[in-house]
């Protein structure tokens, strides 16, 4: 299956983004005119972030990253026509039999925010295919929805 060698050709990291969420830490107001915003004590606790694992990627539905472009492609390696492909820089990737505007208009290195969709459920053990992410190329203001691979879990 062309599918897993796709898989295994993306790697890289990424930067958390917010993903519509409100971010948390708050800055103190000026008690009296003349003095600055106080900076949150060295202690404070970080700013929230969504939910990545070690490898960046979403973990939760709704959890969001940005990463970029690294790769994009039809859905049987060099066949025209076959659907879309791409993958990106954290590792993650998706595929679908329908050729998709929004992936097949992105170019390497464009910057992509990538959100948690949908989890498969009643999946067999290890078998955790069918991940449906959302993306929007940062770039081209184009948005997508597809899975992570060909089938859903427990499929072909």
């Known amino acids: 299956m062309r599918a897993a060698s796709f898989l295994v050709l993306v790697a890289g990291s990424i930067a958390l983004a917010a993903c519509g969420r409100n971010s948390g830490g708050a800055a103190s107001s000026a008690a009296s005119a003349g003095l600055a915003e106080a900076s949150p004590p060295a202690s404070a606790p970080?700013?929230?972030?969504?939910?990545?694992?070690?490898?960046?990627?979403p973990v939760h539905v709704g959890d969001c990253v940005q990463t970029s472009v690294q790769q994009v492609g039809t859905r049987l390696e060099g066949t025209p026509g076959s659907g879309s492909a791409i993958g990106y820089a954290n590792g993650l990737s998706q595929v679908s039999y329908d050729q998709v505007p929004g992936i097949d208009s992105s170019r390497p290195g464009?910057?992509?925010?990538l959100c948690l969709v949908s989890l498969p459920s009643d999946c067999p053990p290890g078998d955790d295919r069918g991940k449906v992410y959302g993306?929007?190329?940062l770039r081209t203001g184009q948005t997508w929805q597809e899975a992570d691979s060909e089938h859903s879990c427990g499929g072909a």
């Open 46 to 57: 970080p700013p929230t972030q969504p939910a990545a694992n070690a490898s960046g990627v």
């Open 110 to 113: 464009d910057p992509v925010k």
């Open 135 to 137: 993306g929007t190329n």
